[in-house]
């Protein structure tokens, strides 16, 4: 199975940056579409953003829009996730998540879309 570690994460003040890695072992996460998902304590998981497995199209969700950017490096079996302008209502823990499909279509934002899942880095934004 793919296997996916995040690092990155951290305490921030509002209107900082932070730069999330995701790091994929096998040979097939070039071959997946890949997303971030998030959840905050006592909330349901969200929909970040996603990126298609070539890399040419994305999927951002309206509350980081403009001020989150997705990247993916294939060669380097990795993921990034650039976060800047952060927000105290960012703070969450932050998962990594490989699609189900190899080669599939388009830039999944749907937690059934994805069947492989990173063990979560904690973003914490002060205000």
Same mark, same amino acid.
Do not use: H
């Given at each position: 199975?793919?296997?996916?570690?995040?690092?990155?994460?951290?305490?921030?003040q509002? %209107? /900082? !940056?932070?730069?999330?890695?995701?790091?994929?072992? $096998? *040979?097939?996460?070039? =071959? +997946?579409?890949?997303?971030?998902?998030r959840?905050?304590?006592?909330k349901?998981?969200?929909?970040?953003?996603?990126?298609?497995?070539? %890399? /040419? !199209?994305?999927?951002?969700?309206?509350?980081?829009? $403009? *001020?989150f950017?997705? =990247? +993916?490096?294939?060669?380097?079996?990795?993921?990034?996730?650039?976060?800047?302008?952060?927000?105290?209502?960012?703070?969450?823990?932050?998962?990594?998540?490989?699609?189900?499909?190899?080669?599939?279509? $388009?830039?999944?934002?749907?937690?059934?879309?994805?069947?492989?899942?990173?063990?979560?880095?904690?973003?914490?934004?002060?205000?």
């Amino acid at each position: 199975q793919v296997q996916l570690v995040e690092s990155g994460g951290g305490l921030v003040q509002a %209107g /900082g !940056s932070l730069r999330l890695s995701c790091a994929a072992s $096998g *040979r097939t996460f070039g =071959s +997946r579409a890949m997303g971030w998902f998030r959840q905050a304590p006592g909330k349901e998981r969200e929909f970040v953003v996603s990126i298609s497995w070539g %890399g /040419g !199209s994305t999927n951002y969700a309206d509350s980081v829009k $403009g *001020r989150f950017t997705i =990247s +993916r490096d294939n060669a380097k079996n990795t993921v990034y996730l650039q976060m800047n302008s952060l927000k105290p209502e960012d703070t969450a823990v932050y998962y990594c998540a490989a699609a189900r499909t190899i080669l599939g279509r $388009g830039t999944p934002a749907l937690e059934t879309e994805y069947a492989y899942w990173g063990q979560g880095t904690q973003v914490t934004v002060s205000s």
